[in-house]
């Protein structure tokens, strides 16, 4: 009797653990099948994202409806014109804002990001370093800077400008809006520059720096292979580099020579007017080897928009950035372009990336689209 008993209990213990791991079993098919279905939706998810990102990309490669539309008229947002991405409409789009662009472009339910930049060799490149004229009317280059998307920051060398203008700045320094305290300033913080540009730097010359202060902006250019911009006056910094000018030319009329990555939309062979006081160089025995993009009137040999290799690095003059009428000169980008709309998620579940290329100002440019939720 107790031999039988025994037999039972030993079935009944070797059933229980069958059915044990036969459970057990059961749950990690379960677990294994809910987070395979999960995946599978996540890819799913995934892979329509990638599709819409495509889909919303093409605003970039259709000319929209109807085919000069503007803010106020559009049934569909396209911002090609003749083959090439037109400037006129990408800022209409902005006009419209945001949630109307999302519906028109079918981007719903995810949020998403437009940014274009130009590529090329262009030497100028961010965190830049930008040092501002003395007179109010000296705001080109912010201007350009605080409609870009690049990191900048703002040595104040006027005490009139308009806050609005240099808002985008990473830092914004002022030191008695003296220009000299500001190049100096600049110089104890160049490591963290690629670029530094002087627009209209009337008080600076070259010997308030002193030995050490020269030899830092110098290795700067020459060994770091950074890009230092100057624009107008005052021609006696750039003495520093080694670089004297001719004096004061007879006319303030410039005739583009060669093309180069920071002018756009102008033609080899365009005249194009400067303010008074805009000195040239000698090019026919430059101290480096010398680009001239832009030379005087009637004279080749003297250059007013230089380029000179200093080095690993490159030195730009550019006789001035504005007319009489104070209106940058068409075609001169030296920051480069950077348009975006919308903005960078602050936190998402899935980000996708989409990068098309398009023609913008005869110059290629990449069109990232960001698409998340």
């Known amino acids: 009797m107790s031999l039988k008993l025994?037999?039972?209990?030993?079935?009944?213990?070797?059933?229980?653990?069958?059915?044990?791991?036969?459970?057990?079993?059961?749950?990690?098919?379960?677990?294994?099948?809910?987070?395979?279905?999960?995946?599978?939706?996540?890819?799913?998810?995934?892979?329509?994202?990638?599709?819409?990102?495509?889909?919303?990309?093409?605003?970039?490669?259709?000319?929209?409806?109807?085919?000069?539309?503007?803010?106020?008229?559009?049934?569909?947002?396209?911002?090609?014109?003749?083959?090439?991405?037109?400037?006129?409409?990408?800022?209409?789009?902005?006009?419209?804002?945001?949630?109307?662009?999302?519906?028109?472009?079918?981007?719903?339910?995810?949020?998403?990001?437009?940014?274009?930049?130009?590529?090329?060799?262009?030497?100028?490149?961010?965190?830049?370093?930008?040092?501002?004229?003395?007179?109010?009317?000296?705001?080109?280059?912010?201007?350009?800077?605080?409609?870009?998307?690049?990191?900048?920051?703002?040595?104040?060398?006027?005490?009139n400008v308009d806050p609005d203008k240099y808002i985008t700045a990473k830092n914004h320094y002022t030191d008695g809006f003296s220009q000299q305290n500001l190049m100096r300033k600049i110089i104890q913080n160049i490591d963290n520059y690629n670029s530094i540009i002087l627009e209209h730097p009337e008080d600076l010359d070259d010997v308030f720096l002193d030995s050490n202060e020269k030899k830092i902006l110098k290795d700067w250019v020459n060994i770091s292979g950074h890009a230092f911009l100057q624009i107008n006056n005052n021609l006696d910094f750039l003495k520093i580099f080694g670089l004297i000018d001719l004096g004061p030319p007879t006319v303030n009329i410039g005739t583009v020579n060669s093309s180069d990555s920071i002018l756009k939309n102008v033609n080899i062979g365009d005249d194009i007017q400067f303010q008074l006081g805009c000195y040239p160089f000698d090019n026919t025995a430059p101290p480096y080897p010398m680009k001239t993009i832009m030379y005087k009137q009637g004279d080749p040999q003297k250059c007013i928009f230089c380029r000179w290799w200093y080095g690993n690095g490159t030195i730009y003059y550019v006789a001035d950035t504005a007319t009489p009428g104070h209106n940058p000169i068409v075609g001169l980008k030296p920051l480069g372009y950077s348009f975006v709309f919308g903005e960078y998620p602050d936190q998402a579940r899935n980000v996708i990336k989409v990068e098309r290329a398009g023609i913008l100002n005869s110059s290629i440019a990449i069109i990232e689209v960001l698409l998340w939720r």
């Open 6 to 159: 025994c037999k039972a209990q030993m079935f009944s213990a070797d059933f229980m653990i069958a059915c044990s791991i036969f459970l057990l079993a059961l749950v990690v098919v379960m677990i294994y099948w809910s987070y395979t279905n999960i995946q599978i939706k996540e890819t799913k998810t995934i892979n329509e994202m990638v599709d819409k990102a495509y889909t919303i990309s093409q605003v970039w490669f259709r000319e929209g409806t109807p085919e000069y539309w503007d803010s106020t008229d559009v049934r569909e947002i396209g911002l090609l014109s003749d083959h090439r991405l037109n400037e006129t409409k990408m800022n209409e789009m902005k006009k419209i804002g945001y949630n109307t662009v999302k519906e028109k472009i079918g981007a719903a339910p995810y949020e998403f990001r437009f940014r274009i930049t130009l590529v090329g060799d262009s030497p100028i490149k961010e965190p830049i370093a930008y040092l501002n004229g003395k007179n109010e009317q000296h705001l080109d280059i912010i201007l350009q800077l605080n409609q870009s998307d690049l990191v900048w920051d703002f040595y104040q060398g006027h005490s």
